[in-house]
């Protein structure tokens, strides 16, 4: 029997089940530099910080949430309205089965009715795949229709090990010489 799979806004009452995925990645991974993986209560306030303005859905198989993404202000200054930061998580035994296109599909329809033109994602990269970063989330990207546009050379140091960090970009709208003002995601439900 297929598994039934469904999208929807994620709430703050899923707060420990989306940082219970997040957790496995900070604690065996280069995927994220963070070392330490936070408390419910500041993963919370992440999640508030984002839900302000942003769309923060996640990923249910069978009613268990298996994966999250959201947005956030690529730099923070107002001339970067239409610029988002993408990231995604998906549980690490849940992947390579077409959930993380169809969250991110999700994302960039949401985004794009709020008229954001530009994704971002920041990747860690390795400068050789070892056992704690491999080259699968930079392919995930380009598979998704996003280029390489930056690279930053041993940036980043984890578990012993420099790494590298890359920068993708996909364009999903058109630029405009007078641009529509970005609405919040709020605003559209």
């Known amino acids: 029997m297929e598994p039934v799979i469904t999208i929807r806004n994620a709430t703050l009452d899923d707060a420990e089940a989306i940082l219970k ?7 065996n991974t280069a ?4 070392y330490e993986t936070p408390a419910v209560s500041e993963f919370r306030q992440r999640m508030i910080n984002v839900m302000k303005r942003y769309p923060y859905p996640v990923i ?6 298996s ?5 956030r202000p690529f730099v923070g200054r107002a001339a970067y309205d239409w610029s988002v930061e993408m990231t995604i998580y998906l549980d690490h035994e849940t992947q390579k089965c077409g959930m993380g296109r169809r969250l991110y599909e999700a994302m960039e329809n949401a985004l794009r009715k709020m008229g ?17 970063l491999t080259t699968n989330s930079a392919d995930f990207h380009r598979h998704l229709g996003y280029e390489t546009v930056g690279r930053f050379y041993k ?22 010489d007078v641009q529509k003002a970005v609405v919040s995601y709020g605003n559209l439900m």
């Open 67 to 71: 994966g999250y993404a959201y947005a």
């Open 21 to 27: 995925i997040y957790d496995y990645y900070v604690q």
């Open 116 to 132: 954001i033109l530009n994704l971002y994602a920041c990747i860690g990269y390795p400068v050789k795949e070892d056992e704690y």
């Open 31 to 34: 995927i994220t530099f963070e």
């Open 60 to 65: 249910l198989r069978d009613d268990v949430i």
């Open 155 to 176: 940036c980043g140091y984890k578990f012993g090990r420099w790494y590298d960090m890359i920068w993708m970009e996909k364009i999903i709208g058109r630029h405009l």
